[in-house]
């Protein structure tokens, strides 16, 4: 083929190709607004950065369909006009026809893999940042709608809603006022189901949320002011029951509601992360539960051990402040999830015992009871965080004892060394594929599973997608050559069926790799077979393909 003829065929195909790449990236970017606009609520400015956000990612993915649509118009052109025709009296081959089809082709397909394996993933992530950017809209249309929302182990309902401007003064605090609000925190008792329970009730008349956000917008803390407040417990202990005139809920920690997802990582971060499963956030929050518990565990072992033994008592070193618990011998004492709880054999007996010294001068002494004790790690000070809540309380205090319903003491404890080191372990450490092992280090090895599988997924997807370009152009040369198709309508019914069958295939084979059953075990794994299906969709279509080339070659 001359190269005159060769720039003719190419830079038509190139024209039609872009035209057709930006029409479907217009239609697919305005499809993509939809959902979030529907169920999240967006301003203007949101609307407008979503549009910027979704345009290359559209572009990547309508790179297939348009390069396929291209070459079935402008071949079908040129037969519909007699042109291939007039090659083929010329001595020009249907092979070298189809030459600058695959020139666009193979130019798309590494433009396609380029956007796709360091663009689109940084769009994608943007775009999500962007949705989730407002809180407060968030759980103002949240709650109009559904009267809930769930932010991590806390449910928030309420009767209505209502943002409040934010102050100029301090732009990374949103405020949400709620009507008749009921905050509910959950427990969860029993680690082999993960059953959550209610563990503390608070309701009021009105609250007003503050959600503070960091700079970058990734974390949030949420603080419940509340207006006639009233705490309740799921379960009492010894004369505790509640708490009223409560004026504040939190701050808790909002969890991202950016989920971690390998879409939204360039192929460089998938290749770190295969290398280091615990760079994931999921499987590293997995494991610092493990952890969490752990350390919590091996904390209330060793103080019911004291508790237990012939002395009876533990010391809390707090710095300048020194704790000490004691009992008489008789009391109940029982873990209740990771919580101690210690009470007298009745509820008139107070022999439970707790002392306070501050620089060795007595500050506190007390018999109750009942005694509620948590602990929970703080892995940033390297400390334990210790609070008691006592019932049935009798303060010994140089005036004269008074007789108190309950009280609570909050400090912090330096962590033991053995204590320190569990946080170095790796995730497998926890992990277990045995079917006799607990159902937490099985969910461990699962989600190592998942996150391999999701890893191979995506990647393979994006190299099968990008492939399709040349793939498709070719056989959309193909039936152009065959079928007289100038006008777009034919050339669209032709060429639907061929970009269908690629892209249905690359989705069903992530899917099925994503699939990994509940109770997982070596031979469930899926990605073989996810693999499998993600390139067979394009291994269909090049066998059609090769096979149209090959008949329109003989002829």
Known sequence: MSRTLFKYIFWDLLRIFMLTNGALSGIMSFAGLLRPLTQNGLDAGQVGRLLTYFTPSMMAYSFPIAALFAATVVYGRMNADSEILAARAGGISHLEL?????????????????????????????????????????????????????????NVFAQRAEMIPPDPKDPLVQRVVLEGPTIITYEVPDKTTRLKVPDEIWMARKATLHIKTDINGDNAQMTAALDGGMKFPRKTIGGWEGGVA???????????????????????????????KGLSKKVNDLKLQFVHDEQINRFMDALEDQLKSPGRSYVFNAGRDVYFLSCSGGEKIERRGLRLVLESRS??????????ERDGVPTLNVNCGAVRLRVSPDLTSKNMNVSIELSNVVLHEPEGDVVRAGIAQSFNVVMPQELKRLTNSTPETYASPDPTASSSRRAMYRELIVLKNDIASEMHSRAAFAFSCLILSMIGCALGMMFKTGNFLSAFAL???????????????????????????????????????IWSGNAGVLAVASGLLWRLQRQ
Do not use: W, Y
């Open 98 to 154: 189809a030459a600058p089809a695959v020139a666009l082709g193979a130019v798309v397909m590494v433009i396609s893999m380029a956007f796709l394996c360091f663009v689109v993933p940084n769009f994608t992530l943007k775009v999500e940042k962007v949705i989730f950017s407002n809180l407060s809209q968030l759980v103002a249309n949240k709650i109009e709608r559904n009267h809930e929302i769930k932010l991590g182990d806390t």
């Open 246 to 276: 409560q004026t504040q809920f939190g701050p808790m920690a909002m969890q991202s509601l950016i989920k971690e997802n390998t879409k939204f990582m360039d192929i460089r971060q998938l290749k770190k992360l295969d290398e280091n």
């Open 347 to 356: 509820s008139t007996d107070r022999t439970l015992h707790l002392s306070q």
């Open 495 to 533: 060429s639907f069926g061929p970009a269908m069958i690629c892209i249905t295939f690359v989705i069903a084979g992530q899917r099925t790799c994503q699939n990994v059953p509940r109770n997982f075990t070596d031979a469930m794994d899926p990605l073989k077979l996810g693999v499998a299906l």
